[in-house]
């Protein structure tokens, strides 16, 4: 499986003392499958039509292989699904909660657990306790979701992530990290912060890290002014991984030894459990502080459920725990990152243009350069992965002007320097050769003789557009 640089095996001394690359496999075999077909270039097109060009709405039956996300679409091994008939239903006090809770404390770190329906829920609950309206919350890169609710609860949010984050070429190996200068200066002049939110990896940026050096240096500046660091946990173990590998002095480190320093430098975190923990659905807020964490125990029994199991089943709980304990795993982690690895080496091969360095959980296509004639009001980067799904089936998201949605006070379109699709690697599900059709069809699409035209958008939801928006080609 997965031929690649980083972390595989020591190089084979061949009679001629030659050195020859060894390969590694992921640390599985396949005990089910899940039979997926193919479909012909017509049904697509009546397919995409009928979606109105926007990917969140085909029918996962018409797609071949599926990269719109990697949330919740997690093979769960035989130890998580076991674990699923363990589950303590009680309305309180369920014993999958202690489980869990103990699981995210040994590995994460922090003192109390929330859980929630799912990352969203966490991030609403967090946002209610701290902003007050006026307030300005500082992040590397926004999140859709967690924008949103930073914005509800009448905060706004200030981007100081680095500048290589917003420039898809640079190949600097912490493109998630802060800018402490522009961190500082938010700190000092916005006149409440309610905390700053720290997302490991970033996502919007391509999945790009934080080095622990910058997570202790934000971690300093945030004491000096006595404002809070609140962790976006979501892919934080796939953090620990690139901190691993790209980090002087931290190779004989375990990923499970980094995460848990990493996560000492902030207070709290939100978390996705359909991301690093391998589960479909979950999630949890995680708090030091005990009066907040009160507060927050509070509020989640109007909007969640109670503070034992937060929206979810017991057996959802049990599930989770388990696959905690499997993703700080290096060997999973190994398999989980060098897969996009391998995808991004096929594509860039080809010369096809994608962010670089290539991230944790996908691989980005940059849109403008596979079309770059179209204005970003006509949505490149939507007509480029709808242009993926009519030749293969791949089923990739748009990350552009679309998700970057309006600016709340002008209601002028956002417009984003990255404009990008992305294909999403879901956590143990596909195989090398699923890789290598994907790559094809991408090659076949950048290659296309005749471009098309963009889209125009003939419905817009209020919130969160890029889930329902609708489109036609002009
Ligand atoms: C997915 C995600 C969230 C939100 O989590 P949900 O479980 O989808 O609600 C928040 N932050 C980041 C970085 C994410 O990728």
């Not at 409440?192 to 999945?207: E, I, K």
């Not at 029994?301 to 696959?323: I, K, N, P, Q, S």
């Amino acid at each position: 499986m997965p031929n690649s640089s980083t972390s595989s095996p020591p190089p084979l001394r061949t009679a001629g003392q030659q050195l020859r690359r060894r390969s590694w496999a992921e640390p599985w075999k396949i005990k089910m499958v899940e039979p997926i077909r193919l479909t012909t270039a017509d049904q697509r097109a009546a397919a995409l039509t009928a979606a109105g060009y926007n990917t969140f709405l085909l029918r996962s039956e018409d797609v071949y292989i599926d990269l719109l996300t990697d949330s919740g679409t997690s093979a769960m091994s035989d130890w998580q699904w076991a674990g699923l008939m363990l589950g303590d239903e009680a309305y309180a006090g369920s014993k999958n909660f202690y489980h869990l809770e103990d699981t995210v404390r040994r590995h994460y770190g922090y003192r109390h657990l929330i859980p929630t329906h799912q990352g969203r829920g966490a991030e609403h609950i967090l946002s209610q306790i701290l902003i007050r309206p006026g307030d300005t919350v500082p992040g590397n890169m926004y999140f859709t979701t967690t924008r949103y609710h930073q914005e509800h609860a009448g905060a706004r949010f200030v981007d100081v992530v680095i500048d290589a984050a917003h420039d898809p070429a640079d190949p600097h190996p912490f493109k998630g990290n802060v800018d402490l200068a522009k961190l500082e200066h938010v700190l000092t002049t916005a006149e409440r912060v309610p905390y700053v939110c720290l997302a490991a990896t970033v996502n919007m940026a391509g999945g790009q890290p934080v080095s622990l050096a910058n997570a202790r240096a934000v971690r300093e500046l945030c004491s000096r002014h006595g404002v809070p660091v609140m962790l976006d946990a979501t892919r934080a173990v796939e953090n620990a991984w690139f901190i691993k590998c790209r980090e002087p002095g931290c190779a004989d480190r375990t990923c499970a030894d980094i995460l848990r320093e990493f996560c000492s430098y902030t207070d709290g975190c939100t978390m996705s459990g359909k991301k690093d923990p391998l589960v479909n659905i979950g999630g949890w807020l995680s708090l030091n502080d005990d009066a907040l964490a009160d507060k927050a125990r509070n509020l989640v029994v109007v909007y969640e459920g109670l503070h034992t199991y937060g929206g979810m089943a017991g057996r959802d709980m049990e599930a989770m725990a388990r696959g905690i304990e499997e993703s700080v795993q290096d060997d999973h982690m190994r398999a989980r990152v060098g897969q996009v690895e391998y995808l991004g080496e096929l594509l860039q091969s080809a010369g096809v243009p994608i962010v670089v360095p290539v991230g944790g959980h996908a691989i980005y296509l940059d849109a403008r350069r596979f079309y770059p004639d179209m204005p970003q009001d006509q949505f490149p980067a939507q007509m480029l992965a709808a242009e993926l799904y009519l030749d293969a089936g791949v089923r990739a998201m748009e990350r552009g002007i679309v998700s970057a949605g309006r600016d709340v006070r002008t209601g002028q379109h956002h417009f984003p320097k990255l404009e990008l699709v992305r294909l999403t690697i879901p956590r143990r599900v596909y195989t090398q050769a699923h890789m290598d059709v994907v790559a094809e069809s991408v090659e076949a699409v950048y290659h296309q003789p005749r471009k098309p035209r963009g889209l125009r958008m003939v419905y817009e939801p209020e919130y969160l557009r890029f889930f329902q928006a609708r489109f036609e080609p002009i």
